[in-house]
């Protein structure tokens, strides 16, 4: 079973920094491309970042290029985003998905983490 | 970028109706358009891939259709489990987004 289990979210203050993991489990995953997905409180989903398979190609939303980085470790079946610089307007749930493809970054979302909220306030 | 938008942003419908949402991109995107269920407090669900594929284990109640700029989501008679908010990606190319949700209501 695909499991994907997103931590290290939490309440930070406007300019501060974060790193938030997801751990995968029940996939090869190293075979697949991963991504960020956001939802602000009460709002729709924002595509967040993209990272191949092999950390060859990674992409991000205008929104965060520049202050966030993603990153995945193959060995530890893990997933990164370290956010910098954050703002008000990055408040929100933070899931971590699994790309449906594997020979590239697709951009179809096929299984979901459960979420960790980041929470930007003084 | 390529904008989603969805029609409407709230849908009134009872069990055993036959609902429709509507999907329109701000360019041509082929069939590279998926469906998404979420309900409150839960991860997106991927129902519909590729404008009308159907993902393994979602009803056969749940169908897409389109291509281009304007895409369908319909469910064929509504169940108590459908009540939730859907949205439409384009994945035609990077930077994906996401329609604004379309939210079905028990009416």
């Known amino acids: 079973e695909v499991q994907l289990v997103e931590s290290g979210g939490g309440l930070v203050k406007p300019g501060g920094s974060l790193r938030l993991s997801c751990a995968a489990s029940g996939f090869t995953f190293s075979s697949y491309s991963m991504n960020w997905v956001r939802q602000a409180p009460g709002k729709g989903l924002e595509w967040v970042s993209s990272?191949?398979?092999?950390?060859?190609?990674?992409y991000y939303a205008d929104s965060v290029k520049g202050r966030f980085t993603i990153s995945r470790d193959n060995a530890k079946n893990s997933l990164y985003l370290q956010m910098n610089s954050l703002r008000a307007e990055d408040t929100a749930v933070y899931y971590c998905?699994?790309?449906?493809?594997?020979?590239?970054?697709?951009?179809?979302?096929?299984?979901w983490g459960q979420g960790t909220l980041v929470t930007v306030s003084s | 970028d390529i904008q989603m938008t969805q029609s409407p942003s709230t849908l009134s419908a009872s069990v055993g109706d036959r609902v429709t949402i509507t999907c329109r991109a701000s360019?041509?995107?082929?069939?590279?358009l998926a469906w998404y269920q979420q309900k409150p407090g839960k991860a997106p669900k991927l129902l519909i891939y590729?404008?009308?594929s159907l993902e393994s284990g979602v009803p056969s109640r749940f169908s897409g259709s389109g291509s281009g700029t304007e895409f369908t989501l319909t469910i064929s008679s509504l169940q108590p489990d459908d009540f939730a908010t859907y949205y439409c990606?384009?994945?035609?190319?990077?930077?994906?987004?996401f329609g604004q949700g379309t939210k079905v209501e028990i009416k």
């Open positions: 990606q384009q994945y035609n190319s990077y930077q994906w987004t």
């Open positions: 590729k404008a009308s």
């Open positions: 998905a699994r790309d449906s493809y594997t020979a590239m970054v697709g951009g179809l979302f096929d299984y």
């Open positions: 360019q041509s995107i082929s069939s590279w």
């Open positions: 990272i191949s398979s092999s950390s060859s190609y990674i």
